[in-house]
């Protein structure tokens, strides 16, 4: 158990749908990042939020936001789903507002749009 | 800006036999450099670190070294084993940039 959960581990849902998904970071982190693996895409970073506040946007589509909470646990809220928004999610929570010293991650939110 | 490349997978070794996965950066500043490695189904867990150069960082048998003449960090182990069979990455960071960078991943299976 890294200490950062993210639920639900498994989704699965039709096109043109709405999800959350939501992750509660490490005791002690500030930082939370949510991350998109893709087969072919790799690794794609989405958003930061630190301490309540965005600090970092990356490929984040339109349809997609995110926030975070005054207990630190964040949700990534994805709309108008597509087939190719179909991938792992990931969140991953840092002491820092840098991952300088490394992130910890949680084990991913497996999202199918069908 | 900042990025990462490590060698194309997948890598197929026998038990026992030495591993290297490459790893090169780009970046503006002094980053800080990971190796990541990823079970099946499951997320992705720091197997090492290295925050300045020329540091060594290690873990389980793998070691990476920080080398900022040729902005490198391979990643090495002597003898793997079959449960080493994952997707290793190879991550930066640094004080300029909020988000870490990923390559592309490599995948490695070990065969009895």
């Known amino acids: 158990d890294s200490g950062v959960t993210q639920t639900p581990k498994h989704l699965i849902t039709a096109t043109g749908q709405r999800v959350t998904l939501r992750c509660s970071p490490r005791?002690?982190?500030?930082?939370v990042y949510w991350y998109q693996q893709s087969l072919d895409q790799g690794l794609q970073f989405l958003i930061q939020y630190y301490n309540g506040e965005e600090r970092a946007k990356g490929n984040i589509l339109e349809r997609f936001s995110a926030q975070q909470f005054p207990d630190l646990h964040s949700e990534l809220n994805l709309s108008s789903l597509e087939l190719g928004d179909s991938a792992l999610y990931f969140c991953a929570s840092s002491q820092s507002q840098t991952g300088h010293y490394g992130y910890t991650f949680g084990s991913g939110t497996r999202l199918t749009v069908v | 800006g900042n990025s990462v490349t490590q060698m194309e997978g997948p890598v197929t070794l026998s038990e026992e036999a030495f591993l290297t996965i490459n790893c090169t950066y780009t970046a503006t500043g002094y980053p800080s450099l990971f190796w990541y490695v990823q079970y099946p189904g499951e997320g992705l867990q720091l197997l090492l670190k290295?925050?300045?150069?020329?540091d060594k960082g290690s873990n389980k048998g793998f070691e990476a070294t920080y080398r900022k003449e040729t902005t490198s960090f391979h990643l090495e182990k002597g003898s793997v084993q079959v449960s080493d069979s994952a997707v290793y990455f190879c991550?930066?960071?640094?004080?300029?940039?909020?988000?870490?960078?990923f390559g592309a991943g490599t995948r490695l299976t070990v065969k009895p």
């Open positions: 005791s002690g982190d500030l930082s």
């Open positions: 290295a925050t300045k150069a020329d």
């Open positions: 991550a930066l960071s640094d004080y300029n940039n909020n988000d870490m960078r």
